[in-house]
């Protein structure tokens, strides 16, 4: 059964620095990996989506990696602002189609 | 487009309770899929549809829920009776697949539930 998770569970830092949040999975025969924000009472917002055949996918300020074989994820966030602070959640997509999440690392960038 | 529309928002019921959510996915995707997210679980998948057909319901906690997507453009799921230990947020959220591919899944603002 997959296992999707995310370290550390929270994450605060100063406003502009850089950040990596990492992301890990058991089984590695997934089809692609999502990385999610989450504010607080919203909904999922998609941030990059990367192919199981893809090592990166880059978006502003936002890059995620994918290393499948070792079952990991990490995602970077550069010159980080206080507008970036959210819950950040990672899920991996079977053959199936389902997506299964970790259970997030909570970031806040402090001014 | 609007996006994963749903409905109600918010829903406050007493146990014993039927609740139904509605769900409509976004136009010209044909994968629709239910979650629910609370504190202690995390978000799980409890059920999700591929043109209009249920595919894997096994996150489908028991018996007292059940879902249907009557057509390409609507889904709902129901909890009846309702129990305390349901109160989530439960997510609709719908992606394209095609060809053996699937797309990004767009998510809904959520239908935060609680049972008293």
């Known amino acids: 059964k997959q296992e999707v998770t995310q370290i550390p569970a929270a994450l605060s830092v100063p406003e502009g620095e850089n950040l990596v949040l990492n992301c890990s999975f058991t089984?590695?025969?997934?089809?692609?990996l999502q990385w999610f924000r989450q504010d607080p009472g919203k909904g999922l917002t998609s941030l990059l989506l990367?192919?199981?055949?893809?090592r990166e996918q880059t978006s502003g300020r936002l890059n995620a990696s994918l290393d499948k074989s070792s079952g990991r994820s990490t995602l970077y966030i550069a010159a980080s602002q206080p507008g970036d602070s959210a819950t950040y959640l990672c899920?991996?997509?079977?053959?199936?189609?389902?997506?299964?999440f970790g259970k997030g690392t909570k970031l806040s960038v402090k001014p | 487009d609007a996006g994963v529309i749903q409905s109600p928002r918010h829903e406050v019921t007493e146990m014993g309770q039927e609740v139904t959510l509605r769900c409509k996915p976004i136009?010209?995707?044909?994968?629709l899929f239910w979650y629910r997210q609370t504190m202690m679980r995390g978000l799980e998948l409890l059920i999700y549809?591929?043109?209009?057909?249920?595919i894997d319901d096994s996150g489908m906690p028991e018996d007292r829920f059940s879902a249907k997507m009557p057509n390409a453009s609507f889904s709902t799921l129901k909890i009846q009776p309702s129990e305390p230990r349901d109160s989530a947020v439960y997510f609709c959220?719908?992606?394209?697949w095609g060809g053996g591919a699937w797309e990004t899944q767009y998510f809904g603002p959520g239908t935060r539930l609680l049972v008293l």
């Open positions: 136009s010209g995707h044909n994968s």
């Open positions: 549809f591929n043109n209009n057909v249920p």
């Open positions: 089984d590695s025969a997934i089809y692609n």
């Open positions: 899920a991996v997509r079977g053959s199936q189609g389902n997506l299964i």
């Open positions: 990367i192919q199981s055949s893809q």
């Open positions: 959220a719908s992606c394209l």
